[in-house]
Each structure stands twice: as structure tokens, then as C-alpha cells.
């Protein structure tokens, strides 16, 4: 089984701020990488695939990179609505996601 | 628009079973698989397995396998996921999501039902 291990668990930034959350793969997943975010009791939402494509109607101020069994999310110029906790998700053999980041806006 | 709906809030005794529905509309069914993810409470998200709606083929998780049953009825573009033998460790909320592709379980989960919580409790 492929383990996703995401840093830093917890996170608190100012709007306005740039922040990189990344996401280590137990062995080497290509580009099958996706991150999602979710709210408090909602459900998660979709924001890139493919390690760095962004999906439609995500802000451009989100970004992801790597590949193999390193990636980032970078969120530039943080925005009151980006709080949530954020997780990457492998999909090169079956699935499987990390633990997760909570981010919380100062 | 795509639309995922599951159905509502269980409670359930230890070795019970549980059946949960998604129904999906919006996008022609077997054009996509639906996986299935749980999150248990204050926990992060757990894949569970995944359904081929095209060609019924499907993948469970170890934790889940003999457990847990995928299945689709494309008549009314309804997916379910079936938990037998529940356990205090069940109690979780359970998502359905469409994947997208049709024929595998390693793509993005690009829309996802509202949730469903399970309760396991004597």
C-alpha cells in the first residue's frame, strides 16, 4: 500500500500571506496526485489533479507541483474563504490519501 | 449539473448491517466509476473501494474486503455501498464521489455526495 504523508499538520496564516503545504508519497506515484480541500461538515472539493492541473473553477492563486513521491500546494495570497484542512490523494495504485492539513486564517 | 444525493443518517447495533444509497444525476452514469471514502469523526479521509458502473468490476480496500459490497443499479443511476458485521469503528461519515473515468479506480474524485453518518452504538 502507497502511504501519503502530508506537512505540516496544522497551519495558521494571515490573509495576503503565501504558504506551501507538501505531500510525500511512500514510493514513487508519477504524477497521480490530486488535493482537495474541505470545510467543516462539507464534503471535499476537488482542486488539482495530475499533481499540477488545476481544476476548472479553482482560483488561480492555487498551484501544485512534484512529481514521484514529492509534491507541494502552494496557496498565494491567502483569502479569508481558503480556511479548511487540505489532503492529497495518490491514484496511481488504487487510492489513498494523506492525513490531512488544517490551515486556520490568523 | 452533476449531482451526488445520499441518503440519510443511520444509527446502527454492533453486528448489524448497514446499506447506504447515492444517487447521481447530471452526467450519463456508466460514463464514470464511483468510489467510496469515510471519515471517521474528527479524522482525516479513508478510501473505501470503488465501482466500475460500466462493467461492475470493483476494488475494496483490506479493511473492507468481505465486508463491504459495491453495487449499481443503472436503472435508476443509484450507486450503494453495503456494510455488514458493523463495529463501534464504523461510526463514521460516508461519502460517495464519482471518479473520473469509467473503467478505473486511479483517477480524481471530481464530485462528491453530501455525506452520510453512520452511528455504531450499543
Known amino acids: 500500500d502507497i502511504q501519503m504523508t502530508q506537512t505540516p499538520s496544522n497551519l495558521s496564516a494571515s490573509v495576503g500571506d503565501s504558504l506551501t503545504i507538501t505531500c510525500r508519497a511512500s514510493q514513487s506515484i508519477s504524477s497521480w496526485l490530486a488535493w482537495y480541500q474541505q470545510k467543516p461538515g462539507k464534503a471535499p472539493k476537488l482542486l488539482i489533479y495530475?499533481?499540477?492541473n488545476l481544476e476548472r473553477g479553482v482560483p488561480s492563486r492555487f498551484s501544485g507541483g512534484g512529481s514521484g513521491t514529492d509534491f507541494t500546494l502552494t496557496i498565494n495570497s491567502l483569502q479569508p474563504d481558503d480556511f479548511g484542512t487540505y489532503y492529497c490523494?495518490?491514484?496511481?495504485?488504487?487510492?489513498?490519501f494523506g492525513q490531512g492539513t488544517r490551515l486556520q486564517i490568523k | 449539473q452533476v449531482q451526488l444525493v445520499q441518503s440519510g443518517a443511520e444509527v446502527k447495533k454492533p453486528g448489524a448491517s448497514v446499506k447506504v444509497s447515492c444517487k447521481t444525476s447530471?452526467?450519463?452514469?456508466?460514463?464514470?466509476?464511483i468510489s467510496w471514502v469515510r471519515q471517521a469523526p474528527g479524522q482525516g479521509l479513508e478510501w473505501v473501494g470503488w465501482?466500475?458502473?460500466?462493467?461492475?468490476?470493483?476494488f475494496l480496500t483490506k479493511d473492507f474486503r468481505g465486508r463491504a459490497t459495491l453495487t449499481t443499479d443503472t436503472s435508476t443511476t443509484t450507486a450503494y455501498l453495503e456494510l455488514r458485521k458493523l463495529k463501534s469503528d464504523d461510526t463514521a461519515v460516508y461519502y460517495c464521489a464519482r471518479v473520473r473515468n469509467a473503467y478505473s479506480e486511479s483517477y480524481p474524485l471530481d464530485f462528491w455526495g453530501q455525506g452520510t453518518q453512520i452511528t455504531v452504538s450499543s
Open positions: 495530475r499533481a499540477s
Open positions: 465501482i466500475s458502473v460500466y462493467n461492475g468490476n470493483t
Open positions: 447530471g452526467y450519463t452514469f456508466s460514463d464514470n466509476g
Open positions: 490523494q495518490q491514484y496511481d495504485r488504487s487510492s489513498s
